[in-house]
């Protein structure tokens, strides 16, 4: 079986507030088993899965 390639289409809301927390959607491609997300190296601080294309993630504090 072919898997499509990891891509990121959309990131929603694309900003929110520097103490971190927000739920954030993540949508593309190829998200099958992804098991870390990272905000400018910082990991998200929860991921929810949603198939292989979105998925909910957790915005880590004081990241820019």
Do not use: K, W
């Not at 593309?28 to 998925?55: H, K």
């Amino acid at each position: 079986a072919h898997e499509n390639p990891l891509a990121l289409n959309g990131i929603d809301p694309a900003v929110g507030p520097n103490s971190g927390g927000t739920t954030v959607t993540l949508t593309g491609t190829g998200f099958n088993g992804a098991a870390a997300v990272y905000f400018n190296g910082v990991p998200a601080s929860f991921i929810n899965p949603l198939g292989a294309s979105s998925m909910f993630v957790r915005t880590p504090a004081n990241v820019t």
